[in-house]
């Protein structure tokens, strides 16, 4: 394999606010996806490094280490997150590049996913800063003699597991409001690309957050993960991934019974009614299957068109796809880079192979692109005659692979929309605006989107039903994941309670 020039700071894990070899010494190659080429490497973490962050974040968490962290004003906290936030948006440029070099998403899309970084680290500056006049929750009780309030406290010491599609967003979507909430972490970034997460921790070096209260240990999945949620010390598990590890993870935290929260795959629809602008629709329906290289959990990769418009669409739908220009992610203009891994790429394959060879047809792309001889490419793939029996209308591809399938009816169309065992989102398009409401409430997800598909805002509730897990990220219920609730009854009456007979020798 071709080495490149390095362009990845070396760094090692991030363990109690110091940079530390990893246990073993080993590393995992950095590999750029457009070129194929080594670009560094990234600490290869095992048990024994997550023992040291656990103990790390366990001290932090205490009373008087990590200046009092989780006792500490949401203020005081709130002034690390923003320090933070003002670090990614000084280095966004050079962050942006090498989430790009690392992962393959178009540059444009890597510098957008630094801006929400730090809008997403200042809104849970806000929040945490808020959290401080609501900690206490007064309940009134129907006794007199007994008052009673519920408090927010933050869980402790969290074990935060993220994908690679998103690397240091879905990083942040944990990091930022456990860290509001009072919580100390120990942050496991995806094997496949972990270099800006290690360049959080040089930032919060940087911005001097006390040690202990975030450590980041890269490595793979079964060597540094799985030991971080079976830990008895970690008290909650936040997992970003795939259904399969989701289902592992339950069942190790399932050991010391511990709470998980699980955002995992999707299969989710895009229903197009006869009344749309076309055009509008087409590029609604391409950006929610292609965007992130089609590597996003919420892809919008099965699409329901109504049977009287599907021919004009897609026509215009493959000339659309034919002008997304493919190429090295920094290159300017691009709209669709490589996929990340070369597992990656050779599973893409096989799902489309699986479909030709079940009956699909491929109208659109489906091939590397003639122009990219190296590089993990695949062009935009548009398939038609598709079963719903099928695999590729079953299952997650996390690539840019969109379905077709056609409807008659609105009932029809939600009938297809729910025949999946996931539910994590799905997008209606329609001129009719009781209709739409309509399918907001029949389509079996925990998102969904109006003639749009895959916007996202950090003050939104974010998560999936069925097999893409539980638990919501983002907005306030973002910040819940990482709050307990103490109830705290007081007896205010000088009366004595009066239940046992009073001994008579007293
Ligand atoms: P993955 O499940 O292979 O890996 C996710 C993380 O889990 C990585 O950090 C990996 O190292 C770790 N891991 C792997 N095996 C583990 C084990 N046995 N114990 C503990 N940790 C382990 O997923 P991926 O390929 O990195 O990401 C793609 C998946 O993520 C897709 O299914 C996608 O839909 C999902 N995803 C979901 C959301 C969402 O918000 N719902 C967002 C992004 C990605």
Redesign the pocket.
Known sequence: MAMEVAVVPRRELFIDGEWKEPVRGRRIPVINPATESVIGDVPAGTEDDVELAVSAARRAFSRNRGKDWPRASGNYRAQFLRRIAAKIIEKKDELAKLEAMDCGKPLDEAAWDMDDVAACFEYYADLGEALDGKRKVPISLPLETFKCHARKEPMGVVGL??????PLL?AT?KVAPALAAGCTAVL?????ASVTCLELAEICKEVGLPAGVLNIVT????E???P??SHPQIDKVA????????R??MG?ASQTIKPVS?????KSPIIVFEDVDIEKAVEWALFGCFWTNG?????TSRLLLHESIADDFLDKMVSWAANIKVSDPLEEGCRLGPV?SVG?YEKIKKFILTAKNEGASVIYGGVRPQHLDKGYFILPTILTNVETSMQIWRE?V?GPVLCVKTFKTEEEAIDLANDTRFG?AGAVLSNDPERCNRLTEEINAGIIWVNCSQPCFCQAP???NKR??FGR?LGEWGLDNYLSVKQVTEYTSSDPWGWYGRPSKL
Not at 188 to 192: G, H
Not at 239 to 246: K, L, Q
């Open positions: 597991i993220t994908p690679w599609n998103y879905m979507w496991k970034p995806s094997e496949l490595g793979l999945g079964p540094a993960g799985a971080l949620v997992f970003t991934g795939s259904t399969e590890t989701g592992q993870v190790y699980l955002e995992l795959g999707g590597q996003i959990c919420s892809a990340v990656q997650e996390f994590l974010w998560g999936g893409s897990g990220e």
